[in-house]
């Protein structure tokens, strides 16, 4: 459980700066997107953490 939750954490974490480096960057859909995707893994992260739901692939 832990190295899944580790390596959900770690592409959150990808994610967030990507979409920074893309926001310096003015590339405003793409820093969406990747910001999307770093909530989008955390959430599930939390949900999968606090045993809510954990049908996850």
């Given at each position: 459980m832990k190295e899944r939750v580790a390596r959900?954490?770690?592409?959150?974490?990808?994610?967030?700066?990507?979409?920074?480096?893309?926001?310096?960057?003015?590339?405003i859909a793409g820093a969406v997107n990747r910001a999307y995707y770093a909530m989008f893994d955390a959430f599930r992260t939390l949900l999968f953490v606090e045993s809510v739901f954990t049908n996850f692939g």
């Open positions: 959900w954490l770690a592409k959150a974490d990808d994610s967030l700066e990507s979409a920074q480096l893309l926001l310096n960057k003015a590339h």
